[in-house]
């Protein structure tokens, strides 16, 4: 059995909570979805053989921290900056243990799940193998520098893809124009932002650390602006302002983002757009409180494209992008101004054409995971699974 699951965002806990309150149910949403994977086709039942998770990309988000409201970045390559990132890492993962605490016991000491009795769940009880493996991010990219290393005893596996000749894995964040940077390598310290980190750190993050003391309720929408980047952020706002008394909210962003254009005019950030276009989206986002309809001309370059491929490729920074397609896409489903719920999928046939399923509790799915067979066969023909 194969659960996938990405865009958890643990962050340090310094300008929203470590976690939401919702995470707990990661481990109890997979235990219930390996125990009923033991009930057959045929009504039987006989314990799986193996549970893999694959935590695919932005398992921790480093980047929304009030560690990086000073001079110091990210994307700086002085000692300071390398000791700030660490700090910044180490802690969001102490703040994870909780949470992670029962995949990692699992990964130790198998999943307990019923032995088979007669064709029945018995009262003895049998252990199950598993794995857990988790893939870089962009917003956790240097995940392999403190997960997994000599010194580290976790029984993880970390790296930037996951396959099994079958289902190809990872978090796809290079697919997003607002990620990618400009030489198309993969960001280094010593380095201009990328579009999405200058977001991140130069206008969410002085947005929350701006909004802390004087909203209520402020680390949801936070959290929300986090979850859906650049392109996502005029919805969300929108939203949250005509939903609530939006007048201190709205004046707090506008000073944000009048602050991040300034910034991104003395560290220009990279991305498919030529950079003239900084004031497209500083105007942009100026006006997100009113979301005043679509995006500016030019700027739909920053949609992310996911590709066309085998029904067993997964991508986790993405989302509805990939509706229709045969890329099964897991991003946050974000309802504007409500906070983002990481998909969580498994994949339920062992063998032939994968077929996925949400497990999360129905009161956190939504409709943003479908895969469709690109051409019709004779095998299996054209089909369109929901799995949410």
């Not at 067979?373 to 799995?387: C, F, L, T």
Request: net charge positive; with cysteine; proline share 8%.
């Amino acid at each position: 059995m194969l659960v996938v699951t990405s865009n958890w965002a643990l962050g340090d806990g310094t300008l929203v909570p470590a976690a939401a309150a919702w995470h707990g149910t990661l481990s109890s949403a997979i235990h219930r979805a390996a125990l009923r994977a033991g009930i057959r086709s045929d009504g039987s039942y006989r314990p799986i053989d193996r549970l893999d998770l694959v935590l695919a990309g932005d398992t921790f988000d480093w980047l929304l921290s009030a560690e990086w409201q000073s001079g110091l970045k990210p994307w700086h390559g002085t000692a300071a900056a390398r000791e700030t990132a660490a700090r910044v890492a180490r802690r969001s993962i102490q703040s994870a243990r909780r949470l992670l605490g029962p995949v990692i016991h699992w990964a130790r000491q198998g999943l307990p799940v019923p032995a088979a009795a007669r064709g029945r769940p018995g009262r003895a009880q049998v252990s199950i193998p598993v794995g857990v493996t988790l893939l870089a991010g962009d917003r956790d990219s240097a995940v392999n520098d403190y997960v997994g290393g000599r010194h580290d005893r976790q029984p993880v596996t970390v790296g930037s893809r996951w396959d099994d000749g079958r289902v190809t894995i990872r978090h796809g964040h290079e697919l997003d124009p607002a990620c990618r940077p400009a030489n198309g390598r993969p960001p280094a310290r010593d380095r201009p932002p990328t579009l999405a980190e200058s977001v991140a750190v130069d206008l969410v993050g002085r947005f929350a650390a701006s909004a802390k003391p004087i909203l209520a309720g402020a680390s949801r929408l936070v959290r929300s602006l986090a979850a859906v980047g650049p392109i996502g952020i005029p919805a969300v706002m929108a939203a949250h302002v005509s939903g609530v008394d939006g007048k201190g909210v709205a004046e707090i962003w506008r000073h944000s983002v009048d602050a991040w254009w300034h910034e991104a005019r003395r560290s220009v950030p990279t991305c498919e757009v030529e950079f003239d276009a900084v004031d497209a989206i500083a105007g942009w986002l100026t006006n997100a409180c009113v979301d005043e309809g679509g995006i500016p001309s030019g700027l739909d370059r920053l949609r992310p494209q996911p590709p066309r491929g085998s029904p067993g490729l997964v991508l986790g920074h993405l989302s509805d992008a990939g509706k229709g397609s045969s890329v099964v896409c897991l991003g946050p489903n974000c309802n504007a101004g409500e906070p983002p719920v990481p998909q969580l999928v498994a994949c339920l046939e062992a063998e032939g054409w994968p077929r996925w399923q949400s497990i999360l509790p129905a009161d956190h799915r939504a409709a943003v995971v479908a895969i469709r067979a690109e051409e019709p066969s004779a095998a299996h023909g054209s089909r369109i699974v929901d799995a949410a």
